[in-house]
T-cell receptor
Framework: DTGVSQNPRHKITKRGQNVTFRCDPISEHNRLYWYRQTLGQGPEFLTYFQNEAQLEKSRLLSDRFSAERPKGSFSTLEIQRTEQGDSAMYLCASSPTGGLGQFFGPGTRLTVL | AQSVTQLDSQVPVFEEAPVELRCNYSSSVSVYLFWYVQYPNQGLQLLLK??????LVKGINGFEAEFNKSQTSFHLRKPSVHISDTAEYFC?????????FGTGTSLTVIP
């Protein structure tokens, strides 16, 4: 297993467009997390899944943000009607249930023009 | 809500010198503590973690950190840094199933 993967690595889009990012966690990791990281800041927690159940989503930045993990394996993060302020690095991490310490993917860098 | 403070945004240090990166958090109630390192254009990598037991924890690449409950601190140390240690370092706290990260400290090792 090569770790957590994220696609695409870079995404440039125009304001108002929808974008979707994919995260493939480490095999058999039950937990999957999404973060946003802006320049000069640490990762900001957005949401997490235990298998296919989304257990915390109150910290998603707005109703334009949504995440899914339909089969408990890969996950997608969608941003609708993108705004320039959405430009950031979006990080995904996974961990086994009860495992304390996450494994991070390389991130998807979003640029909204 | 939990907050994590990394007071030093940038730390320059000469090669083979010791270094300490500071981290303080706001609440000591049922927290787990972590340090992550992020190399340029890469994802975050776990350096070490404190879950329970000995307050001095050792991690990869010769780093160690000490949990101080009374001071709500978890400072990261290395006795002798190498050029390859140049990176961004993040302190993180896990509480209530949520991770809270500090703003990061940029460590630059000078030859």
């Amino acid at each position: 297993d090569t770790g957590v993967s994220q696609n695409p690595r870079h995404k440039i889009t125009k304001r108002g467009q929808n974008v979707t990012f994919r995260c493939d966690p480490i095999s058999e990791h039950n937990r999957l997390y999404w973060y946003r990281q802006t320049l000069g800041q640490g990762p900001e927690f957005l949401t997490y899944f235990q298998n296919e159940a989304q257990l915390e989503k109150s910290r998603l930045l707005s109703d334009r943000f949504s995440a899914e993990r339909p089969k408990g394996s890969f996950s997608t993060l969608e941003i609708q009607r993108t705004e320039q302020g959405d430009s950031a690095m979006y990080l995904c991490a996974s961990s086994p249930t009860g495992g304390l310490g996450q494994f991070f993917g390389p991130g998807t860098r979003l640029t909204v023009l | 809500a939990q907050s994590v403070t990394q007071l030093d945004s940038q730390v320059p240090v000469f090669e083979e010198a010791p270094v300490e990166l500071r981290c303080n958090y706001s609440s000591s109630v049922s927290v787990y503590l972590f340090w992550y390192v992020q190399y340029p254009n890469q994802g975050l990598q776990l350096l070490l973690k404190y879950l329970s037991g000995s307050t001095l924890v050792k991690g990869i690449n010769g780093f160690e950190a000490e949990f101080n409950k009374s001071q709500t601190s978890f400072h990261l140390r290395k006795p002798s840094v190498h050029i390859s240690d140049t990176a961004e370092y993040f302190c993180a706290v896990l509480t209530g199933n949520q991770f809270y990260f500090g703003t990061g400290t940029s460590l630059t090792v000078i030859p």
